[in-house]
């Protein structure tokens, strides 16, 4: 579904990242681990259009995403919640989900999404009126997935959504994105730096490492690996 090939991505003198190559195939949850710096957050900024590759290939669903604008990356289909949430929040809760669903001229495919939203997450529901700025860092991670959601993506894009958040709340999060997969078919690129929970819910994963990809396997492997269990996950 997905495909980068040797991507490079520099920010002025600096080398984010050197060429790197991976894979997301219909319906997997996938996940970039890696330390802050690796190149994570890059990786899904060049995937959604928010900075243009130095060189390399990005292809999604046979065709190139290189040097498209995000508004038309979204209408192909890709959504990206960024890190920090970046809810509006001056707005509320109904009105940033609305937003969410900018490109979407159908009135019933808008109800229909602002349901699975309010399904999906009932606290939102509860919290309709409410001003988003006023939200906890859990509901503002919730409320971001669900703008994600109200554009009607196949594919998506998540950074760092345990970022910030009570551990109570990480897990209820953790489990919607399982439950999003699973129900609606979803095809996922998580970027997390609580590697043990991104390994677990996920199907396949990258070990990244100052711009590089130093390991790929099927994210039970690598829980198992001695390498990432040294590095990542206190083993």
């Known amino acids: 579904m997905l495909e980068i090939k040797n991507l490079a991505v520099s920010y002025g003198a600096i080398n984010a990242l050197h060429g790197i190559s991976l894979r997301?195939?219909?319906?997997?949850?996938?996940?970039?681990?890696?330390?802050?710096?690796?190149?994570?957050?890059?990786?899904?900024?060049?995937?959604?259009?928010?900075?243009?590759?130095?060189?390399?290939?990005?292809?999604?669903?046979?065709?190139?995403?290189?040097?498209?604008?995000?508004?038309?990356?979204?209408?192909?289909?890709?959504?990206?919640?960024?890190?920090?949430?970046?809810?509006?929040?001056?707005?509320?809760?109904?009105?940033?989900?609305?937003?969410?669903?900018?490109?979407?001229?159908?009135?019933?495919?808008?109800?229909?999404?602002?349901?699975?939203?309010?399904?999906?997450?009932p606290r939102l529901k509860e919290r309709a009126e409410q001003v988003a700025g006023t939200l906890s860092g859990g509901e503002q991670q919730m409320l971001a997935i669900g703008r994600a959601l109200m554009s009607k993506p196949r594919f998506l894009l998540l950074d760092e959504p345990s970022l910030g958040i009570a551990p109570l709340l990480v897990k209820t999060i953790f489990e919607k994105i399982v439950e999003i997969n699973r129900q609606q078919g979803l095809t996922i690129l998580l970027v997390e730096q609580n590697a043990n929970l991104a390994l677990e819910i996920s199907h396949y994963g990258y070990v990244l490492e100052t711009g590089r990809i130093i390991l790929s396997d099927e994210s039970a492997k690598l829980r198992q690996n001695p390498q990432v269990k040294s590095a990542y996950l206190g083993g």
């Open 24 to 121: 997301v195939d219909q319906g997997q949850i996938v996940t970039l681990i890696g330390s802050n710096g690796a190149g994570k957050s890059t990786t899904l900024r060049a995937i959604s259009g928010l900075i243009r590759p130095k060189s390399g290939e990005i292809i999604y669903e046979a065709g190139s995403l290189v040097g498209l604008p995000p508004h038309e990356i979204v209408k192909r289909g890709l959504s990206h919640v960024p890190e920090g949430r970046m809810v509006f929040a001056n707005l509320t809760v109904m009105e940033n989900l609305r937003m969410g669903a900018y490109l979407q001229t159908n009135a019933a495919v808008i109800r229909q999404e602002l349901d699975f939203v309010f399904t999906t997450f």
